[in-house]
């Protein structure tokens, strides 16, 4: 039993010690770097230690949460007191009550052994390679306004009364750049990154060249007529929208009616070229983990597929609400924030075509690279959005034109109904929670611009 | 005010810091309260309550800023960050300046939250509930969060500075849902300030009305147009306008990177002389003012728009030392975790003359955006988007119908300069910035105010 394990078993006593007729005890402890790089030089490193513990403690059905950073014998006690006194503030739910116990399958190799093998000196270098591949890939490209490579290895324990007890490490790498292009009277800007679990994941050139191909291909951009037509969306945009379907099939918005997918499972609500699992464990997935936020093993779970509504998302009180049993959603953002459900790995089905022919596929259309203002122009209760967007306008069936500052609109059903066909390539991407997609072509939207 | 790290020991940190060189050392210590629940299905959930301490330690060389940051304040994790943030260099060893206490006055706090019966704030959640639920049975769903948080700060650095602040902020705010048929609408409202829980004493109830009537409102909203016309945005959060288009574009750091539509503007006739812009941290009681910032700089009223031009861009300690001016007090950051960078506090249009039935009178079709949801900017290229949350069409010089689904684009250049009109009304509002990864609650505000010509994008067929 690590030292971590030993925190949490000591919170969990103090706790129950406390009044609470039961706790659990979530302790992580996460460390990392950041190297941010500008003109060829480092702008700033950072080194990280971040330790804390959360309390959940039921008084019956009442649940309270407590979390702090002070890990000392006084300190838990002090924590394990907020977290019983929280608890007696809540009202009566008859379905909060601890998660039990399960089988835990082991998860092996979420831990690259890369980040502490490679010094400082070697990822300021990765950070600094990313920068000099964009801007000695063109004249046009101007500069990189921050270009970022930041790692961090964290290590969780849980436990409590109810018997749950678990520890793993998992650890994830990544890096980025906005790059600047300049032509035509105006500046552009251009996002390239990647994903690993370890800095010997990541691609530098690779993720330079694509920040700078980003920013490139928009120099010039015009408005694009307001029409209804079809669309490409690439794997970044597509997985911002999988997100917000991910959110709506969380049982949470499905049992308090503020879905767009409430009361429709085994309905129609895609098309058959659209299918969405939930994949706790895919080994390629940034968000793997052997068990949940509340210790309930992860595992893959159909949501979308042949078209139909297959299974809403279940932490251990939706799932005692419903009369069905968790699917491991249960997610925290870290020690400070009680478990929720939410979505691990999205994953959107592949399909068969390249983006050629998907491209050739859509004939006149648009290509969308990028969507803005999701968080606002989105509405989670009716699925209704109308969001920013920039790309590239679809000619004879290739790319043409870059396009700005114009909407695409509609509503989220509609649109997934209306997918045509899923490439073939998918990509992780660290946008709308932890999504792998392949671009997708939707048949028709509602496009906004002069 | 009670001093996290005592004077001495910042000394001690600041010089380990700087034992292999270096310009500039500082060491960042807060020690963080806070609680919050909510009411969801007229029931109170997710109370909970955090404590937090650590601290951060930062030196700079050249251009390069090492950042080193830990939990807890023991004096071997501050000496362990020192020793981080210093392992880099390879220098001669610098000694600080003496540090002076600098006397600073926190903004007053009249009730402590952390007095107040969590009773007392979970009767105040079931007030809300209540409240908005007397609009209707339309009204299918109200939640609403009760959040306080508490953040005192020490903060001393390599130049002599030592200086601290206690900060108290309490927010409420209130989500309701209104159904018809097979129409289903949200509304939101908040409220929330740098007080402490006097902010609530007095009817803040009203806000759960004002967030129902919204979501009842939409329930006869038409889909909203697309297309070029004149906006009218309201006053308050519509301030989000012009934090979005012009406030992130003036952040010193964003300038200095050459990612910004504003550089090299200063000077310039950016709007029409009818326009007066602020940043100010000094507002009393409001959400986004503090009484240093996060580097102990004391905050300030700075003026960045002066009949229509350009006169000052935002700063914090290194990006105003680059350029070989003062800091003018914007140095925020979300936590001991975090580097401090240049954000804006409470940032407005300052009052015009017109009254808003004048300038929604002059349009004959047109938008009229009450209020938004947020919004977002690219400030390199300045393009922007913002999600309407409450707008109706004008037409004739009349508000006609509510609409759903609108958002507006453009560019900030453009819609800048198309500002025609502002109003009287002046009021401020709160949010929550998101820049870089970090979070910090600001204020914006204006009075009614008139873009000549904006996209809007709206979902009619």
């Known amino acids: 039993m690590s030292d971590l394990s030993a925190v949490a078993r000591r919170a969990v006593e103090a706790t129950t010690a406390a009044g609470a007729s039961d706790a659990e005890a979530y302790v992580s402890r996460d460390g990392g770097r950041t190297v941010r790089v500008h003109g060829g030089e480092v702008e700033s490193l950072e080194a990280a230690t971040q330790t804390g513990v959360g309390v959940r403690a039921w008084h019956g059905h009442r649940v309270g949460y407590a979390y702090g950073t002070d890990l000392s014998e006084a300190g838990v006690i002090e924590l394990a007191g907020r977290a019983s006194e929280a608890a007696a503030a809540a009202d009566e739910d008859e379905f909060a009550a601890p998660p039990q116990p399960a089988e835990v399958e082991a998860l092996p190799g979420l831990s690259d052994p890369s980040i502490a093998e490679w010094d400082t000196s070697r990822v300021v270098d990765l950070a600094l390679t990313v920068e000099r591949t964009a801007l000695e890939s063109d004249p046009r490209l101007v500069g990189v306004e921050v270009a970022v490579y930041a790692d961090s290895d964290e290590q969780v324990a849980i436990a409590s009364s109810a018997g749950v007890a678990g520890e793993y490490e998992a650890s994830s790498a990544y890096a980025y750049l906005s790059a600047l292009a300049e032509g035509k009277g105006a500046r552009e800007t251009g996002l390239g990154f990647g994903l690993a679990r370890g800095p010997r994941g990541l691609d530098p050139e690779a993720i330079g060249a694509e920040g700078a191909q980003r920013a490139l291909a928009m120099i010039g951009a015009g408005k694009p007529a307001s029409r209804s037509c079809p669309v490409v969306l690439d794997e970044t945009v597509a997985a911002s929208f999988a997100g917000l379907i991910g959110g709506g099939l969380g049982a949470k918005a499905v049992q308090r009616g503020r879905s767009p997918f409430a009361g429709r499972l085994e309905e129609e609500v895609a098309s058959e070229a659209f299918a969405l699992y939930d994949d706790g464990r895919d080994p390629e997935g940034p968000a793997s983990a052997p068990f949940d936020a509340e210790g309930v093993p992860r595992r893959r779970t159909a949501l979308i597929e042949g078209g139909r509504l297959r299974s809403y998302l279940f932490d251990t009180y939706t799932a005692n609400r419903e009369g069905t049993s968790s699917t491991g959603s249960a997610s925290r953002q870290g020690y400070r924030s009680l478990p929720s459900v939410s979505t691990s790995n999205l994953v959107v089905a592949r399909g068969s075509l390249s983006l050629e022919q998907l491209l050739a596929e859509a004939g006149e259309g648009v290509y969308v690279t990028d969507v803005a203002g999701l968080h606002s122009g989105v509405n989670p209760v009716t699925g209704v959005f109308s969001v920013g967007a920039s790309g590239r306008i679809i000619r004879d069936g290739a790319l043409a034109e870059p396009v700005r500052e114009f909407t695409i609109a509609g509503e989220l059903v509609a649109m997934l109904s209306a997918v045509k066909a899923a490439g073939a390539e998918p990509r992780w991407v660290p946008f709308g929670g932890s999504v792998s997609t392949p671009p997708l072509l939707v048949a028709e939207m509602a496009i906004s611009g002069s | ?461």
């Open chain 2, 1 to 461: 005010m009670t001093e996290l790290i005592d004077q001495a020991f910042a000394e001690r940190v600041l010089s380990r810091a700087l034992a292999n060189g270096g310009r500039f050392a500082e060491v960042f210590a807060e020690s963080r309260r806070g609680q919050s629940m909510s009411i969801d299905e007229r029931r109170i959930e997710a109370v909970q309550s955090g404590a937090e301490e650590g601290a951060g330690v930062r030196v700079v060389d050249g251009n390069t800023t090492y950042f080193a940051h830990v939990d807890g304040l023991e004096s071997a994790e501050l000496e362990r960050a020192a020793d981080e943030a210093a392992a880099a260099l390879r220098a001669e060893r610098r000694a600080p300046q003496p540090l002076q206490a600098r006397e600073v006055t926190p903004l007053p706090i009249e009730r402590r939250p952390e007095d107040v019966a969590a009773e007392r704030k979970a009767e105040l959640l079931r007030e809300l509930d209540e409240r908005a639920r007397s609009r209707g049975d339309e009204i299918v769903q109200v939640t609403a969060v009760y959040a306080e948080a508490r953040r005192q700060i020490t903060v001393a650095n390599s130049d002599g500075l030592f200086s601290g602040d206690d900060r108290t902020r309490t927010r409420i705010a209130v989500q309701t849902v209104a159904r018809r048929d097979g129409t289903v609408e949200t509304g939101a409202e908040t409220l929330g300030a740098h007080r402490g829980f006097e902010l609530l004493e007095d009817d803040p109830g009203q806000i759960a009305e004002q967030a129902a009537a919204k979501s009842l409102t939409l329930l006869d909203a038409v889909p909203a147009p697309s297309g070029s016309m004149p906006v009218v945005v309201g006053g308050g959060f519509g301030g989000v306008l012009f934090h979005e288009m012009t406030g992130h574009g003036l952040e010193a750091d964003h300038i200095q990177k050459g990612a910004s539509v504003y550089v090299g503007k200063l000077g310039e006739q950016v709007a029409q002389p009818l326009l007066n812009a602020y940043d100010d941290g000094r507002l009393p009681s409001e959400w986004g003012s503090d009484a240093i910032d996060d580097e102990g700089q004391p905050t300030q009223k700075t003026q960045v728009i002066e009949g229509g031009r350009l006169t000052s861009y935002l700063y914090d300690h290194l990006t105003a030392e680059r350029d070989g001016v003062a800091s003018t007090g914007n140095g925020r950051r979300e936590s001991f975790r975090h580097l401090p960078i240049p954000r804006m506090t409470n940032t407005y249009i300052a009052p015009g003359d017109s009254t808003p039935e004048e300038m929604i009178a002059e349009v004959q079709r047109g938008f009229y955006a009450v209020s938004f949801g947020g919004g977002q900017v690219d400030p390199a290229t300045g393009d922007f988007v913002f999600g309407v949350s409450e707008g109706y069409l004008i037409e004739g010089g009349k508000v006609t119908r509510p609409c759903r689904g609108a958002t507006l684009i453009g560019n900030c250049l453009d819609a800048l300069a198309a500002i025609d009109a502002v109003g009287d009304d002046f009021f401020m509002k709160t949010g929550i910035c998101g820049k870089g990864g970090q979070k910090v609650p600001v204020g914006t505000g204006q009075g009614h105010v008139r873009v000549a010509t904006m996209t809007v994008g709206g979902t009619e067929r």
